[in-house]
């Protein structure tokens, strides 16, 4: 016997719990026929039937949880990917830094005011120092 | 003409060019994502609610007080299995919680970073004694519309990328939780209505009971309030199941139009966006008013 899908086990808990409803509104429907004795073992019964039907649902939900692991190892994925995406932004701005420091540098020889290459060489060192540095924490 | 007249005019030619450059990159990617964050934002903190998971794992034990304690070892073994599900559902959620989070970063970029790395620009700029007023200036700009046009178009090329791949995976995944929740949960916990309404109606009706109306009518309010209880715990499940819906439609909305994503809120896709959120919107606050 193939074992049930997450929609049969759904079902059938459906089906437990609306036995065990319809028995309850029998049972009360019949209560002055009904001596105390069959009123509680019918009530233990309809006890049984509401258990079994939550414990179908509890092993439903666990077969959709096991079907749905691949698409939520794919969206796993796509969450890594966004992270990687907005930490490359970081080191975007090292990017940034480095080349608005080698437009200042440039800016500097093409003027060939040797005065100001200082600052320049400072900018552009700084930057370079801050890039090798996050990739020696990196390791 | 001097060495230096010349390769400043040189300097000068580079720095028209690149500026045209830039400010084709900025304008073609002059692109504001505030209704994408706000879907986004809005999703993260809707899709993490965790009331109902919560709710479904304890029901076992909250259940006991409904029935005779000849019931206790099936209850405990129920629990037993809830509780191992509940890091799955966790993690259900929290994939989907934080993928809109990941979104919304993206989407937001935290500019103040590079404000920051353009003021040091700028700093060195007024430093840099070689260049007149009207160099700075240029200077100072390509650097900002660099940083700016580059971050902008970084940010809506890795949106269009994670959109694109993601909508699949997230809508099997919002699937999944939407069965969990009405056909598992929400089913679940009609089963709850009906142990708490047989309860009472056992006190009330069993055959030789002694008649006491004062204990009868006490039973017929608290049998009121226990069922009422369980269906606000009905009710914020379908208020979850809805939000979920909200996120799925929100998504495939991102989705099918991804490739104007820059647009999305504006123009004529701003009221159809916008009407994506504001479902979402009263979805996520009908869950938090019921669920108090």
Redesign the interface.
């Known amino acids: 016997m193939e074992p049930l899908s997450a929609d049969e086990a759904f079902e059938l808990g459906n089906l437990l719990r609306d036995t065990a409803v319809a028995l309850g509104e029998w049972r009360v429907g019949h209560q002055g026929s009904l001596t105390r004795r069959e009123w509680d073992e019918l009530d233990e019964r309809e006890i049984a039937l509401l258990n079994s039907a939550s414990a179908m649902y509890t092993a439903a939900i666990g077969l959709v949880l096991a079907d749905s692991e691949p698409a939520l190892a794919r969206l796993q994925s796509s969450v890594k990917h966004a992270k990687t995406a907005i930490g490359r932004i970081a080191v975007f701005k090292q990017a940034l830094d480095l080349a608005s420091a080698l437009i200042l540098f440039a800016g500097a020889i093409t003027s060939g005011n040797v005065a100001a290459l200082p600052v320049a060489v400072v900018s552009l060192e700084d930057a370079a120092a801050a890039i090798f540095s996050s990739a020696g924490s990196d390791d | 003409m001097s ?2 007249t010349n ?2 005019r ?2 000068r030619w ?1 720095a028209r060019f690149l500026a045209h450059l830039l400010l084709a990159t900025a304008i073609s990617g002059c692109a504001s994502f505030t209704e994408v964050r706000k879907f986004a934002s809005l999703s993260g903190n809707a899709a993490g609610f965790d009331g109902i998971t919560r709710d479904y794992v304890e ?2 034990e909250r259940r006991k007080q409904y ?2 304690a000849k ?1 206790y070892p ?2 405990e073994s ?1 629990k037993a ?2 509780e191992a ?1 509940h890091a ?2 966790d ?2 959620q929290q ?2 919680a ?2 809109m989070h ?2 919304d ?2 989407a937001s ?2 500019m103040r ?2 404000d920051k ?2 003021v ?2 700028s700093a ?2 007024n ?5 007149d007023a009207n ?1 700075k200036q240029a ?1 100072g700009a ?2 900002t519309l ?2 700016r046009s ?2 902008v178009w ?2 809506e090329h ?1 949106m269009k ?2 959109i694109g ?2 909508n ?3 809508q ?2 919002i699937r ?2 939407r ?2 929740v009405e ?3 929400v ?2 916990l ?2 709850e209505s ?2 708490i ?2 309860y009472y ?2 006190i009330m ?4 009971n002694p008649p006491e109306p004062v204990a009868m009518a006490l039973a017929k309010e608290v049998r009121a309030e226990a069922l009422s209880r369980a269906d606000g715990r009905i009710r914020s499940a379908r208020a979850y199941d809805n939000v979920l819906s909200g996120i799925a439609a929100g998504h495939q909305y991102l989705y099918d139009h991804r490739n104007a994503i820059g647009a999305i809120g504006h123009g004529e896709t701003g009221p159809q966006f916008k009407s994506h959120i504001n479902t979402l919107r009263t979805a996520y606050k009908t869950l938090l008013d019921v669920s108090r």
């Open positions: 060495y230096s390769n400043a040189r300097f580079w029901a076992p029935q005779p019931f099936d209850l129920m299995r809830r599900q799955s559902l993690l259900l994939t989907l934080n993928y990941g979104l970063a993206l970029g935290d970073v590079f790395s353009l040091d620009v060195s700029l430093k840099a004694s070689m260049l160099e200077v390509l650097s660099f940083a580059a971050t970084y940010r890795e990328k994670l791949r993601s699949e995976p997230l099997d995944v999944a939780a069965r969990i056909n598992g949960i089913a679940d009609q089963v009906a142990l309404a047989r109606d056992n009706l069993a055959p030789d």
